[in-house]
């Protein structure tokens, strides 16, 4: 992409130059950055090949120099039954923890639409992980997308607090979609450099499901 903007940009002075007599064009400064056509910048990208229980970003891998993180999880799930969540499959939960940090240092609390009735809300606290959802493989072939923003991710100055939705849409009953918005609190104060998203039971993430970080200048 820098070669093709550098490319575009030279001609542009030829041409202002050869066919504008006295004109001239000055450009002092362009920047692109990879992946950063919106102001963010891909930090990790996932996509499951095979069905496996966990996405990891591994430790470490994200750098600590941007002012926001934002986080896409496109998630589905081989559970059918009621077993590993509700309406025969189609919602199941699944975990996001950070920095492999497994102990009650997690905070949210929601509102949701459909799901578990036409509308709910409630907090959590001390909670081990936070608790988003994943689209079984019961109903329409959909997957479920969850999205949460944690500004000022790299400060060890404060726990961190983020911002949730989540968009699982079906086709059959009305309760088996859901859309959740929620707030996110992790007591830790070390900046986050890793992100797990795990199953709960017995169910694992399908071929397809996918982890998405990128991180922004705020």
Known sequence: MTKLLTGFIVVGALLVVLGGGARTSTVSHVTAKSGSGSG?????DRTLTRSSATIDTG??????????LTVWIIARTDARAHGD???????VPIYVTVNGDNGPHYDFAYVVQGGYGTFGHGALTAQTSWEMTAHGSGGTDYPA???FTIPDYAS?????????????PN??????S???LKTLGWRGRDA????TVRTGGKSKLVAGSRLLVYGGAG
């Open 59 to 68: 430790p470490h891998a994200i750098p600590d120099r941007y002012a926001v």
């Open 156 to 168: 060890t100055v404060f726990g961190k607090v983020g911002e949730e939705t989540t968009a699982s």
């Open 85 to 91: 969540g509700v309406s025969g499959g189609t919602l």
């Open 40 to 44: 963010f910048t891909k930090l990790y």
């Open 178 to 180: 859901e859309v959740v």
């Open 192 to 195: 986050v450099n890793r992100l």
């Open 171 to 176: 086709g059959g009953a009305a309760g088996d």
């Open 145 to 147: 997308v969850d999205r």
